[in-house]
């Protein structure tokens, strides 16, 4: 008598991704989650990020950036929007969610553990574009006549999103898991998780991204005090920074977490099952 093997949610995620029509419909999908997700949550990074640069540089108070900013959202919503700066952050957040999701999907399809992958394709588009976008900003809204940003600031800005990607892609279902293990539901701990850690890292990251701004607008060592000098202005601006940051990061990778997991499954449903 012949044995039924019964097989793991793996193999049959990857069988079900082996047809084609499914697997073309759920990349469109993951793209599609990564438009959507980045349509919500750039319109409000773009301030929080730029008054950062501002407030750090000497232009112009956090809570004035702020301010102004989220004024011009909410009275002015489509001047806000054609914003170069709202661009800029739309462009590197649905290009990061897509290239993530499609990673996830493809590894999957491949019978591969989408965890490293997924860490490769995120860190890799995000840092790339994150570094560009912030270059941008850096000349828009920060310091001085406007300059190429020099090799140490991308080095900072690199470190930080790799460590930014960790949080948002990386730990949160590893976290969420071991959570379920001590008998968290799963839906509790999958929101509790994408939440809480993209905002805890940002005690980490954030005197990186200061100490990265700092190389730009004071290029000479000299002028900046040495390490000590560029060490108290970190020190001056880190909380501050670090909730601002937290308040950005909170939208971008914690709501825009969930919302791209959920229009993503949805899209999925519509793209890849029959209508019925």
Same mark, same amino acid.
């Given at each position: 008598m012949a044995t039924t093997v019964a097989m793991t949610p793996q193999q049959l995620e990857a069988m079900r991704l082996s047809n084609s029509k499914v697997f073309y419909g759920t990349v469109g999908a993951d793209i599609l989650a990564g438009a959507c997700t980045a349509g919500v949550t750039s319109p409000v990074v773009a301030i929080i990020d730029r008054s950062i640069i501002a407030n750090f540089s000497g232009k112009q108070t956090l809570i004035k950036g702020l301010g102004e900013g989220f004024a011009t959202l909410l009275t002015r919503p489509w001047v806000h929007m054609r914003q170069p700066s709202v661009l800029a952050v739309f462009t590197v957040y649905s290009l990061t969610y897509a290239a993530t999701n499609v990673t996830d999907t493809t590894s999957k399809r491949m019978h591969l553990d989408p965890s490293i992958p997924k860490l490769i394709a995120s860190s890799t588009t995000n840092t790339g574009l994150t570094i560009w976008k912030d270059s941008l900003l850096t000349r828009w809204f920060g310091q001085g006549t406007p300059r190429p940003v020099g090799l140490a600031s991308y080095a900072c800005f690199g470190f930080r999103d790799s460590l930014t990607m960790?949080?948002?892609?990386?730990?949160? *279902?590893?976290?969420?898991?071991?959570?379920? %293990? @001590?008998?968290? =539901?799963?839906?509790?701990?999958?929101?509790?998780?994408?939440?809480?850690?993209?905002?805890?890292?940002?005690?980490?990251?954030?005197?990186?991204?200061?100490?990265?701004?700092?190389?730009?607008?004071?290029?000479? *060592?000299?002028?900046?005090?040495?390490?000590? %000098? @560029?060490?108290? =202005?970190?020190?001056?601006?880190?909380?501050p920074s670090t909730f601002a940051r937290m308040g950005r990061i909170l939208p971008a990778f914690g709501f825009g977490g969930v919302i791209n997991k959920n229009v993503r499954a949805s899209a999925t449903r519509w793209f890849t099952e029959p209508s019925k």
């Open positions: 960790a949080a948002a892609f990386t730990f949160p *279902p590893l976290l969420s898991e071991a959570l379920q %293990g @001590r008998g968290v =539901a799963k839906g509790t701990a999958d929101v509790a998780t994408q939440l809480a850690l993209p905002c805890l890292f940002q005690f980490v990251t954030t005197p990186v991204h200061l100490l990265g701004l700092d190389f730009y607008n004071r290029p000479d *060592p000299v002028a900046a005090g040495g390490s000590i %000098g @560029r060490l108290r =202005a970190i020190r001056k601006e880190y909380l």
